[in-house]
């Protein structure tokens, strides 16, 4: 019998695509799963979030360039006890790079051991056709293979974290350019793009930091009125030209 009792998921995920898998996941482990919305600023968020020993910490996000969404903070709450986790990277059928290696050295340094990843493709944001409807029927038997191997590492004493792909002190690349504007004749000043923006980077004013902006389109998603606009057209093409054939689920665990 595995010695793991419960789930805790913690994921980030502004368009649901990632949350999507992550509980597509976690319904494959057979056990009760607690989902923590880390979709926002980490400052709303308490400031430490324990994970028992007898828990498995399922850490869920999207690939933007090659690594996690680069918002400052994300995640930190977590706080282990030795136990395991696992780390799920989505990506839009392009490329997860080097997110499983970067999130797994994070989650080592805040007390888990990592003893697996995988990299299930979903919707790309800025190109839905790439991944549209995925994780998909095809892809859940990667998913049930990934989670028995899981929780059979979980038996090990004394876990044994598992080798993953990528290189978590590469440097990042920047994010390819896309056009984001606000039509002010339909804005309602209703501040909700403001309350949902994990980065931060939206004032009172409706101004945004470019610097902290990561292109995630939560303000899109939120606004009532279609407001904010992001003109992807450019990068669709690219992604649409390069990377349209169908990639498989890859996982990694010991």
Not at 109 to 117: I, L
Not at 149 to 165: D, F, H, S, T, Y
Not at 195 to 216: F, M, Q, T, W, Y
Request: proline share 9%; aromatic share 8%; glycine share 8%.
């Amino acid at each position: 019998m595995s010695p793991i009792k419960a789930i805790k998921a913690a994921y980030f995920s502004p368009s649901d695509g990632t949350k999507r898998a992550a509980v597509l996941l976690c319904e494959q482990f057979g056990l009760p799963a607690e989902y923590i919305d880390c979709t926002c600023p980490p400052a709303k968020l308490p400031a430490v979030i324990p994970v028992a020993k007898d828990e498995l910490l399922v850490l869920a996000l999207p690939v933007y360039g090659g690594f996690g969404p680069r918002v400052e903070g994300l995640f930190s709450q977590l706080r282990g006890q030795g136990g395991p986790c696992v780390i799920l990277a989505a990506y839009g059928n392009r490329d997860y790079e080097n997110a499983l290696a970067a999130a797994a050295r994070q989650m080592a340094e805040q007390g888990f051991v990592c003893v697996g990843g995988i990299a299930p493709i979903t919707p790309h944001v800025s190109a839905p056709s790439l991944g549209a409807g995925r994780p998909d029927e095809e892809d859940m038997p990667a998913f049930a293979a990934f989670a028995q191997k899981v929780l059979a590492a979980c038996e090990n004493e004394p876990l044994r974290p598992a080798a993953l792909p990528g290189d978590a002190d590469a440097p990042r690349k920047p994010l390819r350019p896309t056009g984001r504007s606000r039509d002010k004749e339909r804005c309602n000043h209703c501040g909700r793009c403001v309350r949902v923006c994990p980065a931060g980077a939206l004032n009172e004013l409706l101004e945004v930091d470019s610097e902290k902006c990561i292109n995630c389109m939560a303000c899109r998603f939120a606004c009532p009125t279609y407001a904010w606009q992001f003109d992807t057209t450019a990068v669709r093409t690219w992604l649409e030209e390069n990377f349209s054939a169908r990639r498989a689920v890859e996982w990694f665990a010991e």
